[in-house]
């Protein structure tokens, strides 16, 4: 895999300024995310209906092309594609020829002489969907759907959505995210998201070995005591252990972990109320 840069954001946007890849969090406009949300809000009915489909991508080939397993987010994609009128093919890593020794980018450049229009990627290498998008260019959109330990965006983007619906505007939270934030490409999005939409505060909280205090530079408060953590917090965002991602003797169990960090109905007493 090629050595890559996932700060340049601009490769998320094409020729004229728009968005075109939605590769991670950071790197995008405020008003790029603020339309993705209030877009979201706007198809909430379809799911509603008799009849749960809208014309949107109708023409347009997607496809799903997953490297790791996933049942949820698969399937979401694949619904979301199909009520927005899609065509869509789901590929796993074990039923493309990479099995055979075909690259990432060989799978991909034999899947556009079918003229496809888009790729959803989930990879367990940490810039998979970056180096994608490079390759593709303008000829089709990415988006990531989850690669290795560095970025889950649209992830980050439902948790944002769920905050503002259910406890209001963004800018109004004070979010503690407690758990393996080291492993969690789930929490490095979601601070980003945080923080381009205004939180005024942004806690994470776990043990030091999963929790080092280097994730200060992204602007966030490092915790290792839920007394210190939790007092205050509108928002607790509680993230499992990504025991298939750890390397060993981070923790010295998980019973020790519960008893010391476990959401316990009388450590969520100390979050606000509500």
Do not use: W
């Not at 790791?68 to 796993?92: G, H, M, Q, Y």
Request: aromatic letters at 4%; a positive charge; hydrophobic letters at 40%.
């Amino acid at each position: 895999m090629n050595t890559l840069h996932f700060g340049d954001g601009n490769l998320q946007y094409d020729g004229q300024g728009r968005l075109r890849h939605l590769l991670s969090i950071e790197g995008l406009r405020e008003r790029d995310l603020l339309q993705i949300l209030d877009t979201t809000e706007s198809f909430l009915s379809i799911a509603q209906r008799t009849v749960k489909k809208t014309p949107t991508l109708r023409g347009r080939t997607l496809v799903n092309l997953f490297f790791e397993n996933s049942t949820r987010t698969r399937s979401t994609f694949e619904l979301a594609a199909k009520r927005l009128s899609a065509d869509v093919l789901n590929i796993s890593a074990s039923q493309s020829s990479t099995t055979k020794g075909e690259s990432l980018l060989d799978t991909v450049d034999n899947l556009m002489a079918m003229q496809v229009d888009g790729f959803i990627v989930r990879h367990p290498e940490a810039g998979a969907a970056h180096l994608l998008a490079r390759h593709l260019g303008e000829r089709a959109l990415v988006v990531n759907a989850g690669d290795g330990q560095h970025a889950h965006p649209t992830q980050a983007l439902l948790d944002v959505f769920t905050i503002r619906r259910l406890a209001g505007p963004v800018e109004q939270q004070v979010v503690c995210i407690l758990g393996d934030v080291l492993h969690s490409r789930v929490a490095r999005a979601l601070i980003h998201a945080l923080s381009i939409l205004g939180c005024p505060e942004i806690r994470v909280l776990g043990p030091r070995t999963l929790v080092p205090p280097e994730f200060a530079s992204l602007g966030v408060q490092v915790h290792h005591d839920p007394r210190a953590a939790l007092p205050g917090a509108s928002i607790v965002y509680a993230l499992r252990l990504q025991r298939e991602r750890m390397e060993s003797h981070r923790l010295p169990s998980l019973d020790e972990f519960h008893r010391r960090f476990g959401l316990t109905p009388e450590r969520l007493a100390l979050a606000a109320p509500g």
